[in-house]
Nanobody, 114 residues
């Protein structure tokens, strides 16, 4: 069973920054990975993905503001979030792309508010 442990969320002001981390057990270097978020009352959606080779892709809503990266040696996925907006408020999760692992982590709450 692959374990996913997210951290790094918190409260930020509009225009501020936060950096999320996700430690992944298993054969991390072979997984294409993604960051997902779920706002209250809404479905969970992918916001950023990264291939095994390190190629990123982003949802239009975060393009130019968020940066996804990975450190295979540390088995860790990152999401640098800049110029945060109130609509970025959500619980953020990491998981594999295309075929997410059945067991999601606890997520990391990000709240953007003045």
């Amino acid at each position: 069973q692959v374990l996913l442990v997210e951290s790094g969320g918190g409260l930020a002001q509009p225009g501020g920054s936060l950096r999320l981390s996700c430690v992944v057990s298993g054969n991390f270097s072979t997984y294409a990975m993604g960051w997902y978020r779920q706002a209250p009352g809404k479905q969970r959606r992918m916001v950023a993905g990264i291939s095994v080779d390190g190629n990123p892709n982003y949802a239009d809503s975060v393009k130019g503001r968020f940066t996804i990266s990975r450190d295979n040696a540390k088995k860790t996925l990152y999401l640098q979030m800049n110029d945060l907006k109130s609509e970025d408020t959500a619980v953020y999760y990491c998981n594999r792309l295309l075929r997410p692992f059945a067991s999601w982590g606890q997520g990391s709450q990000v709240t953007v508010s003045s």
